[in-house]
């Protein structure tokens, strides 16, 4: 069975901090993967897709990488806000569940001001 | 315009109701989901539009229907449905297929009484 988990389920730190989320997929076989930000009770937001053939992607203050051959990825937060307080989830496009997004649980982070 | 817009953003129903949910882009996407969400827990994929047509139907029970009209529009269709049917339900779009990003709607809230 493929599986997404995200460690840790929970994340609370001071602002201005850097701070590393984690996703783990249980098949390297991956056509991208994307992570995604949710404010409560909101849709989700992409923050940024990374592709099978890159290693990472940057937008602003965050850095995705991906590395196939452990099945992880990363998501770093640099100078982490109060506003960057959301739950966050990886989506695995997994070669073996084609045309289906597996989400992993999130990491709910609270940036405390 | 990267929106996604889901109408009604909440809904309550008893469960003899008919209603439907409606999600709308103009993006020009030809691939369009329905996902469902509970409280604290990742969104379940629900069914996959691809060029209008159904292409994916995660054993959903038939008391729930989708219809795609046309490539901008994507229904969902509620008819008997159960309390635990109450969650958040969310209407994604991407350009052509899994492949690409996918944009989320805000959801709608549905309460089953």
């Known amino acids: 069975k493929q599986e997404v988990t995200q460690i840790p389920a929970a994340l609370s730190v001071p602002e201005g901090e850097n701070l590393v989320l984690n996703c783990s997929f249980t098949?390297?076989?991956?056509?991208?993967l994307q992570w995604f930000r949710q404010d409560p009770g909101k849709g989700l937001t992409s923050l940024l897709l990374?592709?099978?053939?890159?290693r990472e992607q940057t937008s602003g203050r965050l850095n995705a990488s991906l590395d196939k051959s452990s099945g992880r990825s990363t998501l770093y937060i640099a100078a982490s806000q109060p506003g960057d307080s959301a739950t966050y989830l990886c989506?695995?496009?997994?070669?073996?569940?084609?045309?289906?997004?597996?989400f992993g649980p999130g990491t709910s982070l609270s940036v405390i001001p | 315009d990267t929106e996604v817009t889901q109408t009604p953003k909440h809904l309550v129903m008893g469960m003899t109701n008919k209603k439907s949910l409606k999600c709308e882009q103009h993006?020009?996407?030809?691939?369009m989901y329905w996902y469902k969400q509970k409280a604290k827990k990742p969104p379940e994929l629900m069914f996959v539009?691809?060029?209008?047509?159904?292409?994916i139907n995660e054993s959903v029970p038939s008391r729930f229907s989708p219809e795609c009209p046309n490539s901008s529009l994507l229904n969902l269709h509620l008819h008997a449905l159960q309390p635990e049917d109450s969650a958040l339900y969310l209407c994604?779009?991407?350009?052509?297929?899994?492949?690409?990003?996918?944009?989320f709607g805000a959801g709608t809230r549905l309460s089953v009484l």
């Open positions: 994604a779009s991407s350009r052509n297929g899994q492949l690409n990003i996918q944009y």
């Open positions: 098949d390297s076989a991956i056509y991208n």
């Open positions: 990374i592709q099978s053939s890159q």
């Open positions: 989506a695995a496009n997994l070669k073996t569940s084609y045309d289906k997004v597996i």
């Open positions: 993006m020009g996407h030809r691939a």
């Open positions: 539009y691809s060029y209008e047509k159904l292409s």
